[in-house]
């Protein structure tokens, strides 16, 4: 009755959401034709909180293992960003590297032909991780481009565990289990695609920023969209002439700013813009559609330890204001396995909600439903899961961030999603 109850709420949002999606306010119509530059390279380092359910499951033909735990994990990280998006490639890479305390609780399932084992654990150590991604969509035209992506991670934990529970053998001879054990894990992956696509998303950051520019400070004058494009183009050759190695003047930059306005648009000089300038450091906030196609495979040192299968994925970005923007994203997963084949699809209906150019929220509802495909090729039932989302982020100043994450997953069936609360907060200092 509560997992349904749940479930009313999510549909309810997920309705409210695409009938906001109706709400006539975007005042701009961006050509497909019109191309967005975008570059930045950046270095961040700070402190990271995340907490989570995390499960593994392992089944052989005389044992079984289950775990399952809700973690958390406060760590120290470094991370290391870089796109480009210019006419005829969008290429991105990120590095992530972190290491801290790491605690949890959950239970335990140990089952054979000898015993069987059941016990909830509390664990605590630390926890090292690193990652890395690297995507590239080549535009052998203005529309048309192929995909590469390759990513890979690993893992380490070494813990202290606490188990209390019974043990039976198989003489149904029950005995108290109450022991502390020292452990540790070594987790690995990777990902590769390979695909076709159509379409293209836009890099709006720098259109955001003249947009606000101009609005607040010239109020008493209308500027067309291409006048806007044409200021928005400006801030993109200041900003892309940054180098990393070398720390960029902010006042420099904005007296930049300030003379094309005197110049090229015979605009009144209104003071210093320099504050306005050091904000709008967002993530990379797009206009426009992409459809997208391939084969990809997942590795994991654990099971399933190899998937592989094609994916189809739509995108919409529409760039609705300064301060809104409307997603929605589709993907559909055919994946192959050894014990069992899968169907899985992800619909994603969110809005992006900027205040001024320095902060932004994110809010919607992912629905996830799964099917699951037997060996003899007959489908499985129909499992539903549910994500509403919320996050936030905000510029301190010129060099420090707050990025906020919350979810909620809604699952009828674990082997689709753990259901429970995600948790992220990062508060770091950034170099670009």
């Known amino acids: 009755m509560v997992q349904k109850m749940k479930r009313d709420t999510v549909l309810s949002i997920v309705f409210i959401l ?13 050509k497909n034709s019109e191309i967005f530059q975008y570059r930045k390279n950046e270095i961040n380092w700070g402190l990271h909180y995340a907490a989570s359910p995390e499960m593994e499951e392992t089944r052989t033909e005389f044992w079984s293992e289950y775990e399952e735990l809700f973690t958390g994990a406060a760590k120290f990280q470094f991370n290391k960003f ?52 690297y995507t590239s969509r080549f535009y052998y035209n203005k529309r048309n481009y192929t995909l590469v992506k390759v990513s890979g991670w690993a ?71 291409d006048e806007i494009a044409k200021f928005a183009a400006e801030i993109g050759r200041i900003k892309h002439r940054r180098n990393l190695q070398t720390t960029h003047k902010t006042d420099a930059e904005a007296g930049q700013m300030q003379e094309f306005l005197n110049q090229k648009m015979f605009l009144i000089p209104v003071g210093s813009l320099e504050h306005e300038w050091k904000s709008g450091e967002f993530l990379p906030r ?9 084969p990809f495979f997942t590795y994991y040192n654990h099971e399933p330890d190899f998937i592989y299968g094609g994916y189809f994925m739509f995108n919409h970005f529409k760039y609705c204001s300064t301060n809104w923007n409307r997603n929605f994203s589709i993907g559909l997963n055919y994946n192959a396995y050894k014990r069992q084949d ?17 902060g932004q929220f994110d ?22 899961g549910f994500i509403p989302y919320l996050g936030y982020f905000t510029q301190i100043d010129s060099k420090n961030r707050i990025d906020v994450k919350l979810a909620y997953r809604i699952s009828e069936d674990e082997r689709l999603m753990l259901s429970g609360p995600e948790v992220s907060v990062s508060v770091y200092r950034s170099r670009y």
């Open 18 to 30: 695409i009938a906001s999606s109706n709400i006539g306010f975007a005042q701009f119509n961006f």
């Open 82 to 133: 870089y796109w480009d998006f210019q006419e005829f490639k969008q290429e991105r890479f990120d590095f992530n590297l972190g290491a801290g305390l790491l605690w949890g609780n959950g239970n335990w399932v140990d089952s054979s032909a000898v015993a069987n084992i059941e016990a909830d654990h509390k664990i605590n150590g630390l926890r090292t991780g690193a990652s890395a991604n």
């Open 155 to 225: 893992r380490y934990d070494l813990y202290r565990q606490n188990s209390t529970g019974v043990s039976t053998d198989s003489d149904n001879v029950v005995t108290i289990l109450n022991e502390q054990t020292k452990d540790n894990k070594f987790r690995y992956g990777a990902e590769g695609r390979a695909g076709w696509g159509m379409g293209r998303l836009k890099p709006m950051n720098h259109f955001m920023a003249a947009d606000y520019i101009l609005k607040t400070y010239y109020k008493h004058r209308q500027f067309s969209q």
């Open 286 to 294: 797009f206009d426009g559609n992409r459809v997208e196609f391939g």
């Open 342 to 358: 899968w169907i899985l699809a992800e619909v994603d209906m969110g809005w992006s909600y900027f205040v001024k150019i320095r």
């Open 363 to 384: 809010f919607g509802v992912k629905y996830i439903p799964g099917i699951a495909i037997d060996g003899s090729g007959n489908s499985g039932e129909l499992n539903n």
